[in-house]
């Protein structure tokens, strides 16, 4: 029987690499039109396809609209394959709202020409997510193509059933020479038969079935037009194999028919034995990194739930504006943007898209707190603050914000009249820069002006904010506030949960006053050199290893009645380049500042850190001693949790007896969503990051957590590293000097300490609450004008205090909040965040919704699908680990 060769004409186009999106868009232009004049002249030609990604129409169509009608000709007949994703993501770093947000957004667009390719086709991310098989499923697609992270030591063939976290499983196809391999087809008789037996004959060994993937394709190639010509040449000389231009579904459907019982591969994707994962890629460009993490945080956690909230109370909900913010969050989310993988002139362009999209995403933010802040019932009060929790659940925090405040003396009242504490940390006049552009709309209207106004830093004790809702509280001016943020004596501070010293070498010890524990040696800032490059952290051949322990530090407290503070500051000595750090000599200082805040009733430890830059090609993280030797850390992914292996004894085994033949060194630097855990089922230890998303278990007891905070390096490719030998992965020519991140550096970090099993900690949602930061909104007459764009005066309408739902009894994950798609209904995403346990808990919702259904990610359901509402309660289909539910209420 002879095999059928699956010819797959593509261009994998990376829109943006050592290259512009500006270069790939005007080369776009050539090579697309060339695809679009072959497939309309050529019958032979029966498919292309333009690397799954729907972007490429837009970026085409923006300069040659004129073309559209020849695309959505070409789609119908089912020549041109596009779709499913909006830009080829990254699989390990980006959310999943963003990877779910970039299928969605990438099949409605395909549909609008006709229909799309369902298969989830990444050829070249850097690793496979262990959910994306049920990511997959929830839009429909139930089978994958990928090149990277399965090696033969997993499976002797590369089509086999991928088994994701949850459960759910996807027919998988792993591309086992890269998808550039069948792209230099040769057109002499001669050479053609003998790259066929080779190339050809490779591929079969591999296959399961008589049927073989042979991609026709390179990054930013134009199309082969001549390659029927050539199939018809490579038929007449090999009588064994049959030459097909075909799609990747035509080939997975051929498959299928030929057999049904493969091998099941579970979990997620990152040997780099055959293929580099690039497994340290997580702390490329830090800077990048860290914007990204919070950008997606503050979209979905705070923007989309607000949002959803103000549509609610009658506001418009603003659907392109969140689909332009979303691309330009797709554009960075293909895997060398996020990767940072790039030259810096490209990492600008990266840089500007984050810029834009947190500019929208603030500023429409902003825009919604107003529509609901000036609209909500007043008496006389001058000065209101409305403070919006887009968290499921009831707060009273501690919250920091900036505020313009007056000169006179005044305290803070809730609805109740209750006086609510605050301090004022920091304050600057500002009066002509505020009062002079002030706008009196109505001159007529009598409005408080103060004589001067400061902007203000508060810490301000917010008691009773209702869940996904808010509440307004008001200003009452002339009245003296009687509490001082100070600077105290001594070395410690403490609220309910825990008691910290700080030490000399710039150190603290942490009481848990729970468990009266005290752990010791916190939060040692490590650096050592990175001979590593844009793609790979790597080690020096000569390393140097500076600990913060060898430091001395000063220390400064000061404290209020809510909130305690340490400010510890040191300089760590360590070497200017690798060639110093070589010779063993240290010449540069390194001024680490840290804050260490517990505010009160708050169970997570605030790490604020600024650090000055001066150093090249090195790496710096922090250290937190669970004092538990563990053989497994505990970590988020999108939509559930993972177990790694803090030692990979097998893998390194293997690497050791075969080391030429692997492309990367195994290692265990992972990444992470938002937290990692070393836990023993009776006690834990938590690091919860706002910004890298990378760790790695170490010690000679692998008892401790390193958190990144950043690396740094001066070429995008290098040669022969120890960690991944071989030829350099990007451009070696191409240096990075912004890669080396010299200057000031900010982060953000919070520590959790509990006493139970993991289960029972509830830990993602006690991260999810971190990372879902109380709003403040600020309204006075006086600030109406040029700096806050003015407003008509609008009619009080709302109540003081409003709620649109609450969680009660849960253990399941609140994902996102947002208003549907495609309707008036508001969507609720939730998952099991649990080892074990299945989940539990129930919606009160506050508005009268007629029904609910259980929906599939992309937001379809029938009407089959419904969930009882019984007097306003909802409860969600019990998950068990790492399931995700979509929920629709209309």
């Not at 019932?377 to 900036?402: G, H, M, Q, W």
């Not at 400064?556 to 503070?565: H, P, Q």
């Not at 893998?651 to 990444?671: A, F, R, V």
Request: glycine share 6%; charged share 30%; net charge negative.
């Amino acid at each position: 029987m002879k095999t059928k060769v699956h010819v797959v004409p593509h261009s994998h186009w990376d829109r943006e690499w050592y290259f512009t999106t500006s270069r790939s868009k005007i080369y776009l232009m050539k090579d697309f039109k060339d695809v679009i004049d072959t497939l309309e002249n050529n019958d032979e030609f029966k498919y292309f396809m333009i690397d799954a990604q729907a972007s490429l129409l837009d970026d085409y169509l923006n300069w040659m609209p004129e073309d559209e009608s020849r695309i959505k000709s070409l789609v119908q007949k089912g020549k041109l394959i596009i779709g499913p994703w909006y830009t080829q993501t990254d699989q390990l770093v980006i959310s999943g709202e963003s990877i779910v947000r970039n299928l969605y957004y990438g099949i409605e667009r395909c549909k609008d020409f006709g229909d799309y390719m369902k298969v989830g086709y990444v050829p070249d991310s850097f690793g496979q997510s262990a959910q994306m098989p049920q990511i997959y499923s929830g839009f429909g697609i139930k089978d994958s193509l990928f090149w990277r992270g399965v090696s033969d030591d997993m499976t002797d063939c590369t089509e086999f059933n991928w088994k994701g976290s949850d459960g759910t499983v996807a027919f998988a196809v792993q591309i086992p020479y890269g998808y550039f391999y069948g792209g230099n087809i040769p057109e002499d008789i001669d050479e053609l038969k003998v790259y066929l037996e080779e190339q050809v004959g490779r591929l079969k060994k591999v296959a399961s079935t008589n049927n073989v993937y042979f991609p026709n394709g390179f990054d930013q190639a134009p199309i082969r037009i001549n390659l029927p010509e050539i199939l018809k040449k490579a038929n007449e000389i090999d009588k064994e194999n049959e030459y097909v231009i075909s799609s990747i579904e035509n080939y997975i459907k051929s498959v299928k028919a030929e057999k049904n019982d493969f091998k099941e591969l579970e979990g997620e994707f990152v040997t780099g034995k055959h293929m580099r994962i690039h497994k340290s890629i997580f702390s490329s460009r830090a800077d990048l990194k860290m914007m990204n993490n919070h950008i997606e945080n503050y979209i979905v956690n705070v923007v989309e739930p607000i949002l959803a909230m103000s549509h609610v109370l009658g506001n418009e909900y603003p659907h392109t504006i969140m689909k332009d913010i979303w691309k330009l969050m797709f554009g960075n989310a293909a895997h060398d943007s996020i990767g940072a993988c790039n030259s810096d002139t490209t990492n600008e362009d990266v840089y500007m898209r984050y810029k834009q999209a947190r500019d929208l995403s603030v500023n429409l933010l902003e825009l919604h707190m107003r529509l609901v802040a000036t609209k909500i019932k007043k008496n006389d009060e001058e000065i209101t603050l409305t403070l919006f929790n887009a968290y499921p659940k009831d707060r009273s925090e501690v919250i920091e914000f900036e505020a313009f405040i007056p000169q006179e003396d005044f305290i803070i009242k809730n609805v109740y009249g209750k006086e609510l504490r605050y301090v004022i940390k920091a304050k600057e006049d500002i009066s002509s820069y505020v009062l002079d552009q002030t706008i009196r709309l109505n001159p007529s209207k009598k409005i408080y002006i103060p004589s001067k106004v400061y902007k203000a830093t508060i810490v301000l004790m917010a008691e009773d904010i209702p869940s996904m809702g808010y509440c307004q509280v008001v200003f009452e001016l002339n009245k003296k506030n009687n509490f001082l943020h100070e600077e105290s004596e001594g070395n410690v501070i403490e609220n309910n949960y825990y008691k910290i010293y700080a030490k000399s070498n710039g150190t603290i010890d942490i009481l848990d006053k729970t468990s009266n524990k005290i752990y010791k040696n916190q939060a040692v800032f490590e650096e050592n050199g990175d001979a590593g490059d844009s793609y790979n952290y790597s080690p020096p051949r000569e390393d140097l290893l500076i600990s913060s322990l060898d430091s001395k530090s000063q220390i400064k407290v000061l404290k209020s009645k809510i909130e305690e503070e340490l400010l510890i500051q040191y300089d760590m000595k360590v070497p200017c380049s690798l060639e110093e750090r070589a010779k063993g000599i240290v010449s540069i200082d390194m001024k680490v500042e840290v804050n260490v805040s517990l505010k009160e009733n708050q169970n997570v430890i605030s790490f604020n850190v600024d650090l000055e830059n001066k150093s090249f090609s090195h790496r710096v993280r922090v250290l937190f001693n669970a004092e538990i030797a563990s053989k497994l850390s505990i970590a988020d992914q999108q939509f559930g949790i993972i177990s790694r292996k803090t030692v990979l004894e097998e893998d390194i085994k293997l690497w050791e007896s075969s080391e030429g033949l692997w492309q990367e060194k195994p290692i265990t630097i992972e990444p992470m969503q938002s937290f990692v855990t070393l836990e023993d089922g009776k006690r834990g230890l938590c690091v919860i990051t706002q910004g890298v998303r990378e760790y790695q278990i170490v010690g000679e007891k692998y008892d401790t957590i390193a958190l990144t905070l950043f690396r740094t390096f001066s070429y995008m490719g290098r040669e022969n590293l120890l960690y991944r030998p071989g030829r350099s992965s990007g451009e070696k020519i191409v240096e990075t000097p912004d890669a080396q991140l010299i200057g000031k550096l900010k982060f953000t970090f919070g520590v959790h300490i509990f006493n139970c099993e993991f289960d029972e900690a509830n830990i993602a949602n006690i991260a999810k609450k971190y990372l879902t930061p109380i709003q403040v909104y600020q309204y006075a007459d006086f600030l109406n004008g040029r700096m806050i764009f003015a407003l008509r005066d609008e009619k009080r309408i709302y109540e003081n205090k409003y709620s649109l739902f609450n969680v009660k009894d849960e253990n399941f994950t609140v994902s996102s909040i947002k208003k549907q798609e495609k309707g008036e209904g508001l969507v609720i995403r939730i998952f099991n965040p649990m080892k074990t346990k299945l989940t539990e808990g129930k919606f009160i919702i506050n508005k009268r919704y007629k029904r609910a259904y259980n929906a599939m990610l992309d937001e379809s359901y029938c009407e089959t699908d419904e969930l009882k509402i019984n007097e306003g309660i909802i409860e969600p289909n019990t998950l068990t680990h790492c399931k995700v539910q979509t929920i629709i209420l209309d």
